[in-house]
């Protein structure tokens, strides 16, 4: 799928990230950049940021945290990511994909200890993650 949005972007500088869920959408950006398709990244950047695709960004939080952190070049996601995070911890325990997060990424937002999610939240989160 990615590549065929891709070779269709680069013939016709036209492609439709409407009918994509935010994984591909996600990862035809990552592609992007490798192919160092600027224009492309920051359409779909600017696509995903929209304010209708928020709430989809924030169910999908840990995706986005794994994705702003290893792509530093993409600064309107770093900065959603960023902001989002400082205002809001809990987006992390509440998103869709809280099990697919990382051992290290949830070591760190556990000892930071200044979260504002219940004790019995996390507890049920970490049993979650334990089992996935």
Known sequence: ????????????????????????????LITADE???????????????????KSLLKRNFVLIQDVATRFTQFSKLVQFYKINIQQDLSLIFSADDFATIKQEILLDILVKNNHSVKSIEIWDKLMLWSIA
Do not use: G
């Open 1 to 28: 799928m990615n590549f065929i949005e891709l070779i269709r972007y680069v013939y016709s500088s036209v492609i439709n990230l409407s009918n994509n869920d935010i994984k591909t959408n996600l990862a035809i």
């Open 35 to 53: 192919l160092c398709l600027n224009d492309l990244c920051t359409f779909i950047e600017e696509y995903l940021l929209d304010n209708d695709n």
